[in-house]
């Protein structure tokens, strides 16, 4: 595609229930990376996929957070369990590789309610 | 711990005039320094800069790396309402991209 794109744009969610995030990476970029990002403060780096596997995972705040590229493209952010502190902007980013150039997708506003 | 300080934190200014948004780093494996700009949600790049004292341009743009003072500038001359933006510096420690915290720019008319 044309840039990276994430859906949806925006999800308003309950406290206690699960949400997935979907990011579409420019296409033939090998790298992918997820961030948050709170008000006022910069990106938060969550987890970096190399092709389909999680090379950097430490970023994940905890064990509700979870991501997968099961095809070494399309990448979902899975959070179980919401909470009001989840609530941010979630970008996803790709790039040709682990040195190149990272480029953002539009992001998802995540409130939890 | 890794660190990075990007100062102001905010600035208004008025459109002609020139800024110079600061950008302090401490991080471990050091291995470029980023600038981006983040109008509404997606953080757009503008500069990589590697080496010491090698000035990056774009247009009105400029950016310069100081590798033992770990620093960076980013400047902007001659500034446009279009220039109003949030600009994030964010050092590459060991192919993670750690970010400040960004200067909020607002250029009025």
């Known amino acids: 595609g044309a840039g990276v794109s994430q859906t949806p744009s925006n999800k308003v969610t309950e406290k206690g229930k699960y949400v997935e995030l979907r990011c579409d990476p420019i296409?033939?970029?090998?790298?992918l990376y997820w961030y948050r990002q709170s008000l006022g403060q910069g990106p938060e780096f969550l987890i970096y996929f190399q092709g389909t596997g999680a090379a950097d995972d430490s970023g994940l705040p905890n064990d509700r957070f979870f991501a997968v590229r099961p095809e070494g493209s399309v990448s979902t952010l899975k959070i179980q369990r919401t909470e009001r502190g989840d609530s941010a902007v979630y970008l996803c980013?790709?790039?040709?590789?682990?040195?190149?150039?990272?480029?953002f997708g539009p992001g998802t506003r995540l409130t939890v309610l | 711990e890794d660190k990075v300080v990007q100062s102001p934190l905010s600035l208004v200014v008025h459109e002609g005039d020139t800024v110079t948004l600061n950008c302090s780093y401490e991080v471990t494996n050091f291995r470029s320094l980023l600038w981006y700009k983040q109008e509404k949600k997606a953080p757009t790049f503008l500069f990589m800069l590697?080496?010491s004292g090698i000035e990056k341009k774009s247009g009105r743009l400029s950016s310069i790396l100081d590798k033992k003072e770990l620093f960076s500038i980013l400047n902007i001359t001659a500034t446009q309402t279009g220039d109003s933006a949030i600009y994030l510096c964010a050092p590459d420690s060991n192919y993670q991209l750690i970010w400040g915290a960004g200067t909020k720019l607002i250029i009025k008319p």
């Open positions: 980013a790709s790039a040709a590789g682990r040195t190149d150039t990272q480029y």
């Open positions: 296409s033939g970029h090998t790298a």
């Open positions: 590697t080496s």
